[in-house]
């Protein structure tokens, strides 16, 4: 069972998240998109640890690969979106440089 279903086993029964898969790019929509969100909105409190956890890991990968990001490119990662993480995250599998990490393919 893929730890993201178990621990979704593991929620209360008003915030489960059956039948897709929220890793996979585009899966969550909140209902509420463009409405003000409560301050302690469990979705939005995954959703904004998952983003974190995607850019400080691709932030480590382009350290590795590039050398220390610049503040730029932090603030970049920080600010982008998941759909964005990921793709950036395969890009690196191929670029030969920094900016063709974050290429649109």
């Keep these: 069972m893929p730890l993201w ?8 029964e008003g915030i489960k998240l059956d039948g897709f898969n929220p890793f ?9 998109a463009g409405q003000e969100e409560a301050p ?3 979705l939005r409190l995954v959703l904004e640890a998952i983003q974190q ?3 400080a890991l691709l932030e480590r990968l382009l350290t590795r690969r590039f050398g220390p990001p ?7 990662l920080k600010t982008a979106t998941l759909e964005q993480l990921e793709q ?4 690196i ?3 030969a440089t ?8």
């Design 40 to 42: 302690d909105d469990p």
């Design 5 to 12: 279903l178990a621990w979704n086993a593991s929620m209360p």
């Design 98 to 105: 920094l900016e063709d990490v974050f290429k649109n393919h």
């Design 24 to 32: 996979r790019a585009g899966a969550i929509q909140p209902e509420y």
């Design 88 to 91: 950036w995250a395969e890009n």
């Design 53 to 55: 956890g995607e850019s």
């Design 70 to 76: 610049s503040p730029d490119t932090q603030t970049r």
């Design 93 to 95: 599998l191929d670029a």
